[in-house]
């Protein structure tokens, strides 16, 4: 091939552990290599990021990728960084998680670019007529238990015990990648590095029952600099899903995130080139206060995750708290509830009746006597003869009186003293 899919992988930081031969491979000709995704849930989340990506670039080398969605092992449960063992899913769940799944895969890789085209395989289909005698017979047979016993994923797990249904786990993925291999010409594993013994297991499970040598490779786990997890917030997960995370809060992890970050993260979930983000970063540290690496980042992957039309409006968005004039008005006449919830969440709040803002209520109300935003009401007369209160982004006099026309989304409307004080009115 052209171009070096594991030295690319290297310069953005993306190689963990190496089989020797893989870089051979991938060298030699075009390569069938497969991930297997883990159906637990309905949605893939920002860890699983990292795994797309690598298909990503897989195909853009032209190498071919196979996605293995695990109908069959998400019954079973992958002991690997677990500490305790977790609940098993019924075939419905895993059928409605692993539909899901397939679509979001589609947003990123293409099924219909001819040799090299991407594919979802579900181990399911090979694994719901194997009978368990000829499992053990056929294919339990060539891996000794000293050598499964020896893997991190059992040892860390010993002393607080593990079941025989998570002992077998690595030796069902093992036979995966065999079955790929024999069936589908697959012949590297790839995979997150906590996946490393179970990605051996099946190519020593290649070597000695197909006699074929087959390769992997395993990528770091992502941390954060400050020591956080990669992908969590107050709320948990980041989502794939918009319905989960919605595309406001995803740009915001991104544009968040620190400058150590931006710099390793714009490497891993951006398809910028060497020289790209190498200009990116010196034109950042610059000027850091403008982070310019954070709305680069932010922009590449909430347009590739989610649209256009989402990433415009998370970015008209996030800087709605400080816009002033026209376009501050039009731009929250625009915003859709969910945005709106997500841009004033923990702003403080108050709910009035729709009964008395079909009535209509004065500002002096709105300010006070219905909410309280303001501490009596001669500091709400104090504060709109400063010229310092608007309703809606708008600037308001003591004559402004607030109904069903001053309502944001049929249900809200935004107070704001100053730059920075923003009070919420919730109609009910």
Sequence with gaps: MQVNFVEELKWRGMIQDLMPGTEEQFLKEITSAYIGFDPTGESLHIGSLVQIMILIHLQKMGHKPIVLVGGATGMVGDPSGKSAERNLLDEVTLKHNISSIKDQ??????????????????????????????????IGKHIPVNYMMSKDSVKSRLETGMSFTEFTYQLIQGYDFYWLHKNKNCKVQLGGSDQWGNIVTGTELIRRKGGSNAFACTTPLIKKADGTKFGKTEDGNVWLDKNKTSPYKFYQYWINCSDEDAVSFIKIFTLKSQKEIAALETEHFKAPHLRILQKKLAEDITL??????????????????????????????????????????????????????????????????????????????????????????????EDQVLNTESLINGKYILLQRGKKNYFVIHIN
């Excluded at 670019?113 to 719901?128: L, M, P, Q, R, T």
């Excluded at 007529?129 to 017979?137: A, G, P, Q």
């Excluded at 026209?326 to 731009?331: S, V």
């Design 105 to 138: 895969l589609e947003k990123f890789l293409d099924f219909n670019c001819g040799e090299n085209s991407a594919e979802i395989v579900n181990n399911f289909d090979w694994y719901k007529d194997f009978n368990i005698l000829n499992f053990i017979r056929d």
């Design 304 to 397: 590739r995750v989610h649209s256009k039309e989402d990433l415009d409006a998370a970015i008209s968005a996030s800087s709605i708290l400080f816009k002033k004039g026209q376009e501050a008005i039009d731009d929250l006449k625009k915003m859709s509830e969910q945005v709106f919830k997500d841009v004033f969440e923990g702003v403080p709040k108050a709910e009035i009746s729709l009964i008395d803002i079909k009535n209509g209520i004065s500002i002096l109300d709105a300010l006070f006597g219905k909410t309280q935003f303001l501490k009596s009401l001669g500091e709400a007369r104090r504060a709109l003869k400063e010229n310092s209160v608007s309703v809606n982004k708008e600037k308001v006099k």
